[in-house]
């Protein structure tokens, strides 16, 4: 066996030829596998000793063989243990001439497979021992670094050794070579990671815990001082270790730690070695002395070394002078790691430990003409979207009045860092930072006209994103200066051309058509002109560079939208850009541009709302790529000798072009389900044999799945006969049954199950349509199993929610508190949007049937809801009341006043109570008064609109205009058209409708809200009703209500009244003199 085993590592080592790599691994794995395995062991450990050719590779195969610790190993399959002992024994001898660290991992995974049997093998720690007498110091390394590794294992197991580890690592802690004693920081570092057993139980009382970390910090105090830094930052690395596992074990030395890092950043030490020392830093926060008795200490440190830190380097500063970007200037710098500790703080301390020092820190600077405390204050600034959460209007209002005086510092850098963290904070503190738009609009579009190239491309990074956060009232304000930004951007470098089509993509998405016409009139021939010129040079090459990728990426997301908003401009164009969307498909699939791809398909979707006769002869040559790519072998087989044989992966690039294709098919054949009708055999024929390989790929072909029905029925095909086909495999996927009947586990993380059920509702909604139009005999069949699967998804949901919950709060003291926040968090909005989507998926009974609804199916549907109402007392238990409300309110809204009643009487006092548990959750708020409502239009019950309720409903309103994010803005408007109807049942006299009045007027969020308040008191006379009409009519939503079919009685009763009362009216706006309005009510025909 020796010579085919020498053999066969050879070849599989050297080799290139697939094919004779698989056969020679093939060859390995029948070796290792023959029973007994004494020979293989044999001649491996022969091959370690005396090849030095095959050796380390042969180490390596070993140490991973040994590892598995079952009976896959082949030491599992000695027939004798000592004959294992003696080649250990004979591996240790040669390593005493030639010492190796794959052979010492040899041995070490050699002693811990014994361990982990009740065996013990001495003869390691006798070798370890005699060797660190050495006068050799490459010996002496070995035998801690085998000491080491052995030490990784519980403290209960290494106890099975007999051996004083303690004794013999306080030695080689004390030596003088910082390598040696970097092994032993290292074993002392797994004796406490290790130290507790399964039940949390320590073994080695919690003292000597702190004596040995006190030990270990005081040697990497010592090693600071070899100018060679890598010991050190390793050192400090395991105490990096110790703090993110084990902090609560070692909380009395804490206090010394901070002196210990506070010595460093104060120090003349490298930069790489104070960044490890912000990590150890923030490494204690999650300890629970750090809010309480090392709150002081740790502002402090903050003050004193964090703030400080995150001013640039003189080579930072020249790097970016010299044009590097902002990103790969701070990447891995000191700067960077000061500015994740600040963050960090804010986010795991809280907002009263840090906000009050960034807000000194930010005065102070200003106060000074130092440009580098400026980049200093600016970068803490930035920290501050990790506080966005508890940040109040005011909070923002003093970092924005800070930021306004910096950025108007004439300093390139400064007015860089200003513009790049205005780019960040505007989508984290939107809509609270755009309250002050009279001061940021005019400085950044100023700055776009920058000579400094990057000065100016920072600028129309800020604008998109800040502009992107302003309402359409705010956005008209600034309409000429965003355009005359749009021309300058469109006139200079690519990028910034690049940025001015996504600015002026960004306003399609804001403003009206009517508005947006004479922009696109101007700008889009220019743009033409420009696409068409680097289309013209991409057919001169072979493929795209990455600024053209960008510039076009841009380009096609802004026809797309500008076609929506002024299609009649597009019809001179339209064949041009048609015949340039194909050929940036093709190369983008080509090339492997995922998100070009993408972006790409999109935009031809949404040209195909206004174009589909002028794109069919297009749209059958992109089909084309769409099969070729849907047919591609996504498989390739490899083979991995640590997983013992053959592999079946998947390529990503395929897999990711499959996804692009199946998303677009489903949304295309959704939205026009006649498209491809010609096709849909094919498609029909390839989507239900298609065999997903991975998450991503099974959500999009389930969703192309369950998108089937409507263009199926287009094509001419027989509705029933497709469900009957498909339903059974869409069913099986969301309520997986093996042959016995019981349920399989497929979906396996909440993302799945959010994914499953937002495939379903398509299926679900076109389902139900259908079968008003043509009955199904079996449909009670398919409602049944429609149910199951929805009811399995939530219980699954559930299920899988807990276990992560209680998964994560073991590894609590591993992972630490600001990540285990971070995770759940991640699965807090993954179980929100399953629940979202569960309860779309329901809610399609009551919009589809209406009061036409089974009784059977009804009922089912309160049995839900009641099951759902679980109470306020955790975030997932609040999602669920959520979504149950929120049927509730379909429910009021789709069936009989006297069923209505009877189904809200006892969840009413639910409802009220959600409200005084859980005020300051807007989502549960909105929706609360949603329900209310819809509740009271459909019943007129007087005793919902009670005066308790009013009153609280008052006070919930400060609490949301307070608050100023998004969720409490739209909770404001829920609430106010629950006043006025509560207010109509109760017929309130003036001083209540004073009141609300006033509370309207400041309505602003939801257009479908506004036009409920406006049918009200466009329809009864109050005081103030003109001003009233005038802000919510003429305001922000006015092309929005104006032009949308549902608003046609209210649009005419408001022209009645506009009639009567011109006059009035034109007073009103005339002095009002607010711009937006004006310009409004003068295309609704008054003169002002």
Partial sequence: MQQILHNTLLVIKDTRDTQERLNAEQQYQQLRAINPSDEFVQSMIYEIINDKITSPYAAVLLRKDLEKKDEGSCIYRLSNIQMGRDQMTQLLNFIAQNPEDQLIQVVAAF???????????????????????????????????????????????????????????????????????????????????????????????????????????????????????????????????????????????????????????????????????????????????????????????????????????????????????????????????????????????????????????????????????????????????????????????????????????????????????????SAAFSPQLQKYHKQYVPIIAHLINHENERIATDASNALINYCFGLTYDQTYKYQQQIVDSIRTCLRRSMQIQANGMTLLHSICQIMDPEDLKPIFVELMPSIFQQFQEIMDAIRQVKEFTKSQVIYIESLVQLIANASSAVPELFDQYIELIAQNIVLIIQRSYHQEEHSLFNNTLKALEMLQHQFSDNLATHIEQIYSIFIKILQTDRAEIQTDLVHEGEMKITNPHITMQQVDVLQILSVYMDKFPAGLASHFG???????????????????????????????????????????????????????????????????????????????????????????????????????????????????????????????????????????????????????????QLSYCYSQFLVVFKDKIPANTLQKLVKIIQDWLQGTETDLTCFCTLEATGLLADIAQNTPSNIVTDIFKPILPLMFNTLQTKPDDYSLVQVTFYAFYEYLKCTQDSTVACDELVHLAI??????????????????????????????????????????????????????????????????????????????????????????????????????????????????????????????????????
């Fill in 955 to 1088: 006070n919930l309103l400060n609490s949301c205009e307070e608050n100023g994010q998004y969720d409490a803005l739209n909770a404001y408007d829920s609430i106010c058209v629950f006043l006025v109807h509560a207010g109509k049942i109760q017929n309130q006299q003036e001083e209540f409708w004073a009141a609300v009045v006033e509370k309207c007027s400041l309505m602003d969020s939801d257009e479908t809200s506004i036009a409920t308040v406006l049918e009200f008191f466009v329809s009864n006379q109050f005081n103030g009703q003109i001003q009233l009409v005038s802000k919510l009519f003429f305001g922000q939503y006015y092309s929005k209500i104006k032009n949308d079919a549902k608003n046609a009685k209210l649009v005419g009763q408001i022209q009645n009244l506009v009639h009567t009362c011109k006059n009035d009216f034109e007073r009103h706006i005339t002095t009002n003199k607010n711009e937006f309005e004006t310009k409004n009510a003068r295309q609704f025909g008054l003169d002002v």
């Fill in 111 to 425: 002693v811990h497979y014994l361990l982990d049997n009740g065996i013990v093998y001495n003869e390691a720690i006798e070798f370890a021992v005699q060797a660190y007498g050495s006068d050799n110091q490459n010996i002496r390394r070995m035998s801690v670094y085998l000491v080491q590794l052995i030490c990784d294992a519980s403290v209960a197991t290494i106890q099975q050794l007999n051996f004083d580890f303690f004794e013999f690592l306080q030695k080689a802690l004390g030596d003088q070579d910082d390598n040696i004693a970097l092994c032993a920081v290292a074993a002392l570092t797994s004796i406490i990671q290790h130290n507790r057993n399964k039940n949390g139980e320590p073994q080695i009382p919690q003292d000597i815990i702190s004596q040995v970390f006190l030990a270990i910090i005081q040697r990497t105090s010592q090693a600071l001082q070899n100018p060679i830094e890598k010991y050190s930052v390793k050192m400090m690395g395991n105490i990096i270790k110790i703090l993110e596992s084990s902090r609560d074990d070692v909380s009395s030395t804490l206090p010394t730690v901070i002196q210990f890092l506070t010595q460093i950043m104060q120090s003349n030490l490298t930069a790489t070695q104070k960044r490890v020392a912000v990590v150890c830093f923030i490494s204690m926060f999650n300890a629970k002395e750090a809010k309480k008795s090392l709150r002081t200490q740790i502002q402090q440190f903050i003050v004193e070394c964090i703030f400080p830190g995150l001013t640039p380097t003189e080579t930072e500063i020249q790097d970016f002078m010299n044009g590097v970007s902002l990103e790969d200037v701070q990447k891995l710098s000191l700067d960077e790691a000061c500015a994740t500790c600040v963050e960090s703080a804010g986010f795991v301390l809280g907002k009263q430990i840090v906000f009050p020092l960034i807000l000194q820190l930010t005065d102070s600077a200003l106060q000074q003409n130092d440009y580098k405390l400026h980049l200093a204050a600016i970068s803490a600034i930035s920290c501050t979207e990790e506080m966005k959460d508890v940040l109040k209007q005011t909070d923002t209002e003093k970092l924005s009045n800070a930021l306004l005086k910096l950025i108007q510092i004439d300093n390139v850098m400064t007015m860089s860092y200003c513009l790049t963290t205005i780019t960040n904070l």
């Fill in 682 to 836: 094919e498609i029909y024929q390839l989507i239900t044999c298609f065999e997903p390989m991975t998450d991503e790929l099974n959500y999009a072909w389930l969703n192309c799945m369950c998108i089937m029905l409507k263009p199926a029925i287009a094509a001419g095909f027989d509705y029933l006969e497709v469900h009957n086909k498909i339903f059974p495999l869409i069913f099986k996927e969301l309520y997986p049954v093996d042959n016995n009947g019981m349920k399989k586990i497929l979906m396996t993380n909440t993302k799945q199950c959010a994914d499953g059920a937002d495939a379903f509702y398509f299926y679900v909604k076109d389902y139900l349509t259908q079968q008003l139009i043509q009955f199904d005999p079996n449909y009670y069949q398919s409602e049944e199993m429609i149910f199951q699967a929805l009811e399995y998804i939530y219980e699954k949901l559930n299920l899988l929610a807990r276990v992560y919950q209680e998964e994560h709060e073991e590894i609590k003291d591993e992972i630490g508190e600001e990540e285990l926040q971070s995770v759940i968090e991640q699965m807090n909005t993954e179980y929100q949007e399953c629940m979202q």
